[in-house]
């Protein structure tokens, strides 16, 4: 028994191949969070969410309605579904979500855009082609439909004349960064994660924080793109007291995340062992991951509070009115 590895896989390949997303969104989800900033469109330097922020309560919707199958017999059922998936996307079937679950992630990238106007920062947006880097398919083996995909990617942004990337996510930056010059002959666009260039040109502080933290390191910013300051610099420039666990920076501990659409309870035990770490330092845990954000808030009694860092960054950097 068990979630159907090999049909649930098969159909986040299908729908890349096809739909050029894991979990394809409709184009007023992914660019919705942009209303009202008045970002020109493209440029030379652009915003790039990789739709990771946006994807995430379709994930945690899919997580949901995948777990009720965990101790079931199911393998019959799931190649059907992944059979009618070819022909209609049943994403918004299987991953439904509300427009109150969404502005909750929007929200996190207006932040962002939000402080990076405050740092002086030049940058555009795609809008409809602000298409999803592949980062499922990539970390569960998918890679005839990865490549694929990344060298669509690539040819994207190369016709829209973008030289820079600015990615709002780990995973994002990961692919960008590290995976698609391997992958793609020529990729050469430079790559750099919202909190590297905050910290190279932090804003001015205008209400200290008065608060001490606890940062759970995302595994892919400490491990494999040695994000591990930037965030630690930013939040004590903003007035923040860190306390750390033991187990921080390249060796940090798994939020449970990565194993949520497959191995639910796994994945949920693996989150609680991590809030326990995490909350002997402090209730106030900060993450840098929309993955970890998800996954940490589920596992957290009502006593731990989980926020993402750009919450913690808007108080320190932007007036009120705007934060």
Not at 183 to 195: A, D, E, N, R
Request: net charge positive; hydrophobic share 40%; aromatic share 8%.
């Amino acid at each position: 028994m068990g979630i159907p590895i090999a049909s649930t896989l098969g159909m986040l390949g299908d729908n890349l191949t096809k739909r050029k997303s894991a979990l394809p969104l409709a184009g007023r989800v992914v660019t919705a969070w942009a209303d009202g900033l008045d970002l020109p469109h493209g440029g030379k330097t652009v915003i790039y969410t990789g739709q990771m922020w946006q994807m995430v309560p379709a994930i945690n919707a899919m997580g949901h309605q995948l777990a009720q199958y965990e101790e079931k017999e199911a393998d019959g059922m799931f190649r059907m579904v992944r059979r009618l998936n070819r022909l209609v996307n049943l994403t918004s079937f299987l991953a439904r979500t509300t427009a109150a679950e969404r502005e909750v992630y929007y929200e996190r990238l207006r932040n962002i855009a939000r402080l990076l106007k405050a740092a002086g920062v030049k940058f555009g947006y795609l809008y409809e082609d602000d298409w999803y880097a592949g980062a499922l398919a990539y970390d569960e083996g998918l890679d005839p439909a990865f490549r694929a995909h990344a060298q669509r990617v690539a040819e994207m942004l190369k016709r829209h004349g973008v030289e820079r990337l600015i990615t709002v996510d780990p995973h994002t930056t990961n692919m960008l960064r590290s995976i698609y010059p391997k992958v793609v002959p020529g990729f050469h666009v430079k790559v750099t994660s919202y909190l590297e260039v905050l910290a190279e040109h932090p804003p001015k502080t205008v209400r200290p924080l008065d608060s001490t933290v606890t940062l759970h390191d995302s595994c892919v910013y400490a491990r494999y793109e040695g994000v591990i300051e930037p965030p630690r610099e930013l939040l004590m420039h903003g007035g923040a007291k860190l306390v750390q666990p033991d187990l921080e920076k390249g060796l940090t501990f798994c939020c449970g995340g990565p194993a949520e659409t497959l191995f639910p309870t796994k994945s949920g035990k693996i989150a609680a062992q991590r809030i326990e770490q995490l909350k002997a330092c402090s209730p106030n845990v900060v993450t840098a991951c929309p993955l970890c954000l998800a996954s940490l808030s589920r596992a957290a009694p009502k006593d731990v509070h989980v926020r993402d860092i750009s919450d913690y960054l808007v108080k320190a950097y932007l007036p009120a009115a705007k934060a």
